[in-house]
């Protein structure tokens, strides 16, 4: 007896041992996951003039906001740009999750007569598609979305990959007999989906939703495709202008009348990192919100019992 409870009493002591390890590591990982944006925060906080004198460094010799004053300049612009891709984010993700639950949903079913057709039909876009110009002319000339905000949303809004994933969670993760308890009861396909599939499916959902938020966030080519308008242009769209302007006059500063003083304190890699937290800040805080479901999504149906 006395044994036993040594042996189970070590047992525990290990266990907790490698707790406590296993912590360790999982902490050191997400530190180096971290440190990057966080390095870039203070790159972008720091003197241009210092930067080009000392180089990299975690404590600045001299702090500044002038890349930060740089970027602002743009003024209205620069707000009018985040409330675009705002609305397009917010908007888009929406769509998209509505338009690839339902099909989702759809081909997940066996009793759906053509889901193999449909689920061929999603698959094959992963493979081939019809090229960029096609794409534009579909775009600009049958659909007129030249110089439209839905030029932003529209080409996004469908994504077969994540088709695929949500077709495989609803099949794993929703169990036949609650389809058949609502069918049994008169309900119909519609409220079947939202009754008893959607509260078990926000995990996926949320994972989804995570995918397309990101996506609708980075987007930048629509823009440079589509938008000519100014008061239409995204967030990414617009600092990548802002860059491409200063790396012009950088260029072009021979035949400018600016003075050597006046470029060096032109924030050239400062800047670029403001533009990077600018860009990434407002999506990482929305990250936690999604944060618990992305896991579960992530993790459910990978173990079966």
């Known amino acids: 007896m006395f044994k036993r409870k040594t042996k189970s009493k070590d047992f525990h002591q290990l266990s907790t041992g490698w707790n406590i390890a296993a912590n360790l590591i999982a902490g050191i990982f997400a530190f180096i996951c971290v440190f990057p944006f966080l390095f870039v925060m203070i790159i972008s906080f720091t003197d241009e003039t210092s930067l080009a004198r000392n180089g990299y460094q975690l404590l600045p010799e001299k702090w500044s906001l002038e890349a930060y004053k740089y970027v602002f300049e743009t003024g209205d612009m620069l707000l009018r740009s985040y409330g675009v891709t705002i609305f397009v984010t917010v908007v888009g993700t929406i769509i998209s999750l509505v338009v690839i639950a339902l099909y989702a949903y759809a081909v997940s079913r066996k009793s759906f007569r053509y889901r193999n057709f449909f689920s061929f039909f ?40 994540y088709i695929m994933i949500l077709r495989t969670f609803y099949s794993t993760s929703v169990p036949d007999a609650i389809i058949e308890s609502g069918k049994i009861d008169g309900a119909s396909e519609f409220k079947i989906f939202y009754k008893l599939v959607l509260p078990l499916s926000l995990p996926g959902l949320a994972t989804i939703g995570l995918f397309s938020t990101l996506g609708y966030w980075n987007d930048w080519f629509n823009a ?22 200063m790396q012009f006059i950088l260029q072009n ?26 860009a990434t800040g407002p999506i990482i805080l929305a990250y936690p919100f999604f944060q618990r479901y992305f896991i579960q999504g992530l993790t459910i149906g990978a173990v079966k019992e």
Do not use: C, H
């Open 253 to 278: 500063s021979q035949n400018a009348s600016l003075s050597m003083s006046a470029l060096q304190s032109l924030p050239q890699d400062t800047s670029r990192m403001a533009m990077v937290v600018l």
């Open 122 to 161: 999603a698959f094959f876009t992963m493979l081939f598609n019809g090229g960029l110009v096609p794409t534009y002319i579909v775009a600009t000339q049958l659909l007129g979305l030249k110089d439209s905000i839905w030029a932003l949303i529209w080409p996004l809004a469908v994504n077969a990959f």
């Open 224 to 245: 440079l495709l589509y938008i000519d308008n100014p008061n239409l242009v995204p967030l990414q769209s617009m600092l990548m202008r802002i860059e491409t302007s």
